[in-house]
């Protein structure tokens, strides 16, 4: 289906060798190396609907950049099946890639000798864009992404956020329904960040595009992600929305309160820990998976103790994400 | 049609921006000229101290390093860009390259103009000048037409090489080393008559690093010591195949590597 993207099962490893320790260890190696195969991507199957943008997260290792790289035709699979736009991309790579575009936040596709606009005409070249459209295209991009400032200085003197943006440009000139982001906004001052993800906002919610983001910033998830499938050492660990997510993990609350006596024996109602305790200042954090909501576990505080001051703490995405690692081990799979 | 569209823009960008860099520029013209000083050296005591080498006239032995040089010069300009694979693969730019729908193969040659072509073209075709004129051959049509299909020959066999190196690359990433030490031995042996050498170095250069097939044996079948090389007459005289061969057999060797291709994680 144009713009879907479709994984079933899909898995990379990777052949190495087994580094021995010490001088010894590396002779020893050389004579009788000792491989191992290293699972990348172990079995993951999700969905993206067209027009959707799903955010890809997980700790570095986990994967992501692996399944990305695959869904883009970069590498072939051990095993499984994966359908970009209704095209297998490590099958029939030149085609896929007129159906998609990429942006690997640490590395550029733009010629670096050459003046941006002058990478975007050869781009248009090859993807043999009608160049009235590269112009409406190109007009559209930079009235959103501010690029003719500096679209005729040679790519190797550009900014990083610059350069991002001329890339996010670059990706999107032939007008591609499924479009990959590997950390975008990596290294970006908070000015440009907020620049692009209004672009992709854009790109997403006006223009119908499919877009599978990776990213650690989870100011980014929040503000464009509705759905989120988490890796984790190779493994989908969960796949829901983000409502979801944050009712099943969100529960990291803590609640503190400054006590009237210092000296109160701090005995916490059940489903509460006590997390710390300097002098009257006390700090509660829920206990265990029947622990109360925020609202109940202050309700129980105020009741028990005679307190001069409350405040609570509500866990942020972070904290959630952090949750659900910890929470959800590998072969988990639904939020 | 396209594709040649998209060459010629690319090498004409690649091209002018080099020149807007005046001083690196000349350097690279210079470095281009300066790489090939062993073989003006081995040319000029050719000339000036012996009268020939292995039973060949001086003037046609002065004919090997000039068919090497502009083979050598046109492989710089245009398939010489396969150094340094191993460099990209960890930079990600192989994997940019295959984002693109595009042959990889041909973008790594559109990576950047050769400005060290143009000195290495104009040192070998000087040098080609010079053999030319001392020649005492009849340069007919077909021997003018035999050389200019020797040039194109040597010129795919060199790519061959380098190609079979950076095909081993894009697997092992330090197989990159090999590709100077093939630079070394190729600008080392490519000036003599390998009648000269030893019959062991001589054969490996001939089936082994099929250097031979790029200068030597082309420049025996012209001169008429086609029957002298230790090969059959009609293998030397069909350098310019094997070139050819070479080169479509390198190219489905880098395609197999490509399809295997694991990135900086493999």
């Known amino acids: ?335 | 049609m396209n594709a040649v569209k998209i060459a010629w823009r690319v090498t004409r960008l690649n091209f002018r921006s080099q020149l807007e860099y005046r001083t690196e520029f000349l350097l690279m013209v210079a470095i281009g000229a300066i790489w090939q000083v062993s073989v003006i050296v081995f040319a000029t005591v050719l000339l000036t101290r012996f009268t020939g080498m292995g039973g060949w006239d001086s003037s046609d032995v002065l004919l090997i390093p000039a068919t090497r040089m502009l083979a050598h010069g046109l492989f710089v300009l245009v398939l010489g860009r396969m150094h340094g694979i191993g460099r990209f693969i960890q930079e990600g730019q192989i994997d940019v390259y295959l984002l693109r729908p595009m042959p990889v193969h041909r973008q790594v040659q559109l990576q950047y103009f050769p400005t060290n072509a143009i000195g290495d073209l104009t040192v070998a075709t000087g040098l080609m000048a010079g053999a030319l004129s001392r020649s005492h051959l009849d340069w007919n049509a077909g021997r003018v037409t035999y050389l200019i299909v020797c040039l194109i020959g040597g010129m795919l066999l060199e790519a061959a090489l380098f190609t079979a190196v950076a095909s081993a690359s894009l697997r092992f990433p330090t197989a990159d080393y090999w590709s100077r030490w093939l630079e070394e031995l190729l600008g080392t042996f490519g000036s003599y008559p390998l009648n000269v050498l030893p019959k062991a170095v001589g054969g490996f250069l001939t089936f082994g690093l099929p250097l031979a097939f790029v200068a030597y044996f082309p420049a025996a079948v012209l001169t008429g010591h086609g029957h002298d090389t230790g090969v059959p007459y009609w293998l030397a005289a069909a350098s310019p195949l094997i070139g050819v061969l070479a080169y479509l057999a390198s190219r489905l060797l880098w395609r197999w590597s490509l399809n295997h291709y694991t990135g900086v994680n493999g």
């Not at chain 1, 790289?69 to 890639?97: C, F, H, Q, W």
């Not at chain 1, 001052?189 to 650690?216: C, M, S």
């Not at chain 1, 997390?275 to 206990?287: A, C, I, K, M, T």
């Open chain 1, 1 to 335: 289906m144009i713009g879907s993207i479709e994984v079933r099962s899909l898995s990379r490893s990777f052949h190495t060798t087994v580094r021995r320790p010490g001088f010894t260890g590396a002779l020893r190696s050389l004579v009788n190396p000792e491989r191992a195969v290293k699972h990348a991507v172990s079995d993951i199957s999700f969905d993206v609907a067209p027009g959707e943008l799903l955010a890809l997260l997980g700790p570095n290792g986990a994967g992501k950049s692996t399944t990305i790289k695959m869904l883009t035709g970069i590498l072939t699979p051990t095993s499984g099946e994966a359908r970009v736009a209704g095209v297998v991309p490590y099958e029939d790579r030149e085609r896929n890639a007129r159906n998609i575009g990429a942006v690997f936040g640490q590395r550029t596709q733009l010629w670096w000798d050459l003046p941006v606009r002058e990478s975007f005409a050869i781009l248009r070249d090859i993807y043999e864009v009608p160049m009235a459209e590269h112009a409406t295209r190109l007009k559209e991009f930079d009235d959103i992404l501010e690029l003719s400032s500096f679209w005729d200085t040679r790519v190797r003197h550009l900014s990083l956020g610059q350069r991002v943006r001329c890339d996010l440009a670059a990706a999107l000139l032939h007008d591609p329904p499924v479009v990959f982001l590997d950390e975008p906004t990596i290294g970006m001052d908070v000015v440009v960040k907020e620049q692009v993800r209004e672009f992709l906002r854009h790109q997403v919610e006006q223009r119908g595009r499919t877009v599978l983001l990776t990213t650690h910033d989870m100011t980014e998830v929040e503000r464009l992600a509705e759905r989120v499938v988490l890796v984790n050492h190779g493994r989908l660990v969960l796949d829901g929305t983000l409502d979801e997510i944050r009712r099943k993990y969100g529960s990291t609350w803590q609640v503190r309160a400054t006590l009237a006596d210092a000296h109160t024996e701090v005995v916490p109602p059940p489903g509460i820990a006590l997390l710390r305790q300097e002098g009257p200042q006390v700090v509660f954090g829920p206990d265990g998976p029947d622990a109360p909501t925020v609202h109940q576990a202050l309700k129980a505080v105020i009741e028990r103790y005679e307190v001069t001051g409350i405040a609570i703490d509500e866990a942020d995405l972070e904290d959630v994400m952090r949750a659900a690692y910890v929470h959800a081990g590998p072969g988990a799979k639904g939020a």
